[in-house]
């Protein structure tokens, strides 16, 4: 079977880095790219022998030129599809057009409800019963592209932000490996703001 290949890209932990690895059989993940030298995904991709570049962002004197050395890196792999995973940059239009339709994040709240940092705290601060988490194609704003999956759980009475991430990440580690999964059988369709599954 020929897989489809992945760069991922994260700036820490590195769990949905690792459920992508071990979860999607029919895909593969060529490289790993982090923006921080001491991401502790790098020892994952070590874990799992993975290619990781670091591509530390103070080194460039620009974001394009940060950019580009990670669009070079992608295309050395012959990436098809890139998968943020806890990369704490905001992509340049030109990079994202660049991966039209080829670049899929995941977010810890039910989009369009409190993108940006601290999707969990703001959950929390705003009430709400049900939160979850939202993979999406990625577009020029911040978390706003077209939907691909979300998952929903309960916000309890007595939860703090760290046992609400906590069941939200149970959920991540499902969807991610699964849009990726839709994705590599060419399953996902972006119409406008939608995104059909074809054959769901
Ligand atoms: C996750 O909560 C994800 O939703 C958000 O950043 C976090 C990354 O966690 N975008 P990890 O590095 O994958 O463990």
């Given amino acids: 079977m020929n897989k489809l290949k992945v760069g991922v ?17 029919n895909a ?23 290619p990781c570049k670091v591509v530390d962002r103070k080194k460039f004197d620009d974001k394009f030129s940060f950019e580009r050395e990670i669009i070079n890196i992608l295309e050395l792999y012959k990436v098809e599809l890139i998968a943020l995973a806890g990369f704490m940059r905001i992509l340049s239009s030109n990079f994202v057009e660049h991966f039209k339709w080829k670049i899929m994040n995941i977010h810890p709240s039910l989009l369009p409800s409190f993108p940006g940092l601290n999707a969990q705290k703001q ?3 705003y009430g709400v019963k049900v939160s979850g988490c939202t993979v999406h194609f990625v577009d020029a704003g911040t978390d706003t592209g077209p939907i691909i999956l979300q998952s929903v759980v309960p916000v309890l009475d007595d939860d703090d932000p760290e046992t609400l991430s906590a069941r939200i990440l149970e959920e ?26 074809k054959d769901a």
């Fill in 172 to 197: 991540e580690h499902k969807i991610y490996p699964f849009a990726i999964t839709l994705f590599a059988q060419n399953r996902l369709i972006v119409d406008g703001r939608k995104v059909r599954i």
């Fill in 28 to 50: 593969r993940v060529e490289v790993l790219i982090v923006d921080n030298p001491d991401a502790r995904a790098i020892a994952i991709a070590k874990e799992f022998d993975i």
């Fill in 9 to 25: 890209l994260a700036s820490g932990r590195g769990s949905n880095f690792k459920a992508i690895v071990q979860k999607v059989d």
């Fill in 123 to 125: 959950a929390l601060d």
